[in-house]
């Protein structure tokens, strides 16, 4: 049985949405433990704040990738580059304002959750450093 393209991509969606789930299955005890759990809930809601965050980078990897495939065949090697210096123009132009952003998120987290400490803070200035 041959697979297209789309079984192909979807199969891999499965398995990569399969693994996440299973090392957090495995992480999430061992960082609750060792974090505990007021600072585990301020770890994921950073970590949710950054991805927002970072989603809005112009995704010009996805756009490059689908240029790329739809032009597979016909495409000429100049086309493809001019493909690939617009998308990094696009990550280039948009990379200022998702670190910004980012910045932005990290420094008014502790705010945004009540009842963080000063240790607590560091914490979270140390972990919104080291995510990204």
């Known amino acids: 049985m041959k697979l297209g393209p789309a079984r192909k991509n979807a199969i891999f969606g499965y398995v990569n949405f399969i693994t996440a789930a299973l090392i957090a299955l495995v992480t999430s005890p061992l960082l609750v433990s060792f974090l505990g759990p007021a600072a585990f809930g301020h770890w994921k809601a950073l970590q949710r704040i950054m991805e927002v965050a970072a989603s809005l980078d112009g995704k010009p990897a996805q756009a490059l ?22 998308a990094a123009m696009v ?7 998702v670190i910004l952003l ?13 009842d963080v400490s000063a240790a607590d803070s560091l914490q979270v200035y140390v972990a919104g450093a080291c995510s990204r």
């Open 65 to 86: 990738k689908s240029i790329i495939a739809g032009r597979l065949h016909d495409a000429r090697p100049e086309d493809r580059q001019r493909a690939i210096g617009s």
């Open 91 to 97: 990550w280039l132009l948009w990379s200022p304002v």
């Open 102 to 114: 980012l910045a932005l998120a990290i420094a008014t987290f502790p705010v945004t959750i009540k």
